[in-house]
């Protein structure tokens, strides 16, 4: 196992952190996350997240730069990494929905648009093609960490000032999710389709 490959399965493992920490109910055995006066209330609980979502982000750009300037990139690096991804972003979606941080729409969306890109990714992969990342979908990516950073540090520094960045970069980044995935499909319906094996007839 590469570096690379070692920092995908760090990403993991903080993702289940992560899951744990945002769902176990400290409550029922006792444990209180200090909550401070600020802003109508600021739990650690979510700050403490934050810090790990961030760290596990970051991750997701060491280990596929390291594994492309030090030419390790692997298969099961590959396939590890497009887990780790899915499993941080749309685990902390989900639960954030769960409780009432950001609208429920947004990882419908999402995660919606993520079973549609991989059923297109896989059936061009059995036919032996590589469907590449675009960037609508790079973008979507980047704007959905941030605005999902930003809510677990309760939108600050922006919500001294009103405005509600966190919740404009997630609609921004479901808006873009729906943008690639139709995008992914127009680049690939002559493939789903078996148009250009008939055309090679």
Do not use: W
Not at 63 to 82: F, I, P, S
Request: proline fraction near 3%; glycine fraction near 6%; charged fraction near 10%.
């Amino acid at each position: 196992m590469n570096l690379p490959t070692k920092i995908t399965v760090f990403r993991l493992i903080l993702t289940v952190i992560l899951i744990i920490l945002l769902c176990f109910p400290f409550y029922d055995i006792g444990l209180q996350f200090p909550t401070f006066n600020v802003l109508g209330g600021v739990s650690l609980h979510y700050i403490i997240a934050g810090v790990i979502f961030v760290v596990a982000s970051l991750t997701d750009f060491f280990d596929g730069y390291l594994a492309r300037k030090n030419n390790q990139v692997t298969n099961t690096g590959k396939m590890l990494d497009a887990i780790a991804d899915k499993a941080l972003v749309n685990s902390v979606l989900i639960i954030l929905a769960g409780q009432n941080m950001i609208p429920a729409i947004i990882p419908v969306i999402i995660v919606l648009r993520d079973i549609v890109v991989n059923a297109i990714k896989m059936e061009a992969a059995g036919r032996g093609r590589v469907v590449a990342a675009i960037g609508s979908g790079k973008l979507k990516t980047a704007t959905l960490m941030v605005g999902t950073t930003l809510v677990f540090f309760y939108n600050v520094p922006f919500e001294f000032i009103n405005i509600s960045l966190a919740q404009f970069l997630l609609y921004v980044a479901t808006v873009l999710s729906i943008i690639s995935a139709i995008q992914y499909f127009n680049m690939n319906k002559a493939l789903i389709f078996g148009k250009e094996e008939n055309q090679n007839l």
